[in-house]
């Protein structure tokens, strides 16, 4: 296949599980196919849906709303340090832009801190060398708050966080319940780590959930796009900071129009 040909979804699949196109499943080769059309067709829906935005999921209300900025530490972000995510660190003004939009909408604007401890290091030192070697220790300076961030005073740090997921062992969930938080806004990074962990824990704690594409850094193009694409599929509404803004002053016309389209369509 030539370098500029566009690869299909179901030639991508085939090629990820060392499968042939003749061991695809057809209507003719199952006992009861049913409404099955082929496994073809299968594929090719599920990558569409993948791609999908689905922005009638649910109304983005900022009086519901909180801004969860997760993990941007000296550590992640610092490029003088050795767990530095160079792309968390060339988005912080896009996460600045979108904390003051949060604040200016009424939004309140949390901030996780990962922190390793020794009696709380699970396998963290067998997975990720930097940490066994001393980063994101419990304790020390490098864990806080990356410097060109400035939480004001009434804005809660969650900093007794031992793992991948905001809300394991953390008062997180409490906090936002106590303010009647409905939807969290999530950005930060690493998006296949924290983010995504803390983003689908909400889910499974019945919060609507908005992943910022374009606010949460990860150190790998394909992990980025890969979470993206499980967000967006099943547990997200994957909207870039601009829109995320905008929906929060325009009572969320990108929904309403997702909405009645979907509506129209039948």
């Known amino acids: 296949m030539s370098s500029d040909t566009k690869t299909t979804a179901v030639e991508q699949f085939l090629h990820e599980y060392g499968r042939s196109e003749d061991e695809l499943l057809t209507a003719e080769r199952i006992s009861s196919p049913g409404n099955f059309a082929g496994e073809a067709e299968f594929i090719e829906f599920a990558d569409k849906d993948y791609r999908t935005d689905k922005h009638w999921a649910f109304e983005i209300k900022p009086e519901e709303c909180a801004l969860i900025v997760i993990d941007l530490q000296e550590d992640f972000v610092n490029p003088g340090n050795p767990m530095c995510v160079p792309e968390a660190y060339r988005q912080i003004p896009r996460v600045l832009t979108l904390i003051e939009g949060c604040r200016e909408a ?86 296949n780590f924290c983010v995504e962990s803390t983003a689908r824990t909400a889910y499974f704690l019945n919060y609507h959930v908005v992943f910022g594409s374009d606010v949460s850094a990860s150190d790998s193009a394909i992990a980025q796009e890969a979470t993206l694409r499980t967000m967006r599929r099943g547990f997200a509404r994957v909207m870039d900071h601009t829109e995320i803004l905008q929906s929060l002053s325009d009572k969320d016309r990108m929904h309403h129009e997702a909405r009645a389209a979907r509506q129209a369509a039948g």
């Open 106 to 191: 009424g939004v309140p604007v949390l901030y996780t801190e990962h922190h390793i401890g020794q009696d709380s290091s699970a396998d963290f030192y067998e997975y990720w060398a930097p940490i066994a070697a001393g980063a994101i220790k419990e304790g020390e300076p490098n864990t806080k708050l990356y410097h060109g961030l400035s939480p004001l005073p009434d804005e809660r740090i969650i900093n007794v966080k031992h793992t991948y997921d905001s809300f394991a062992g953390t008062d997180l969930d409490y906090v936002l319940r106590s303010r009647g938080i409905k939807t969290v806004i999530v950005c930060g990074t690493l998006t």
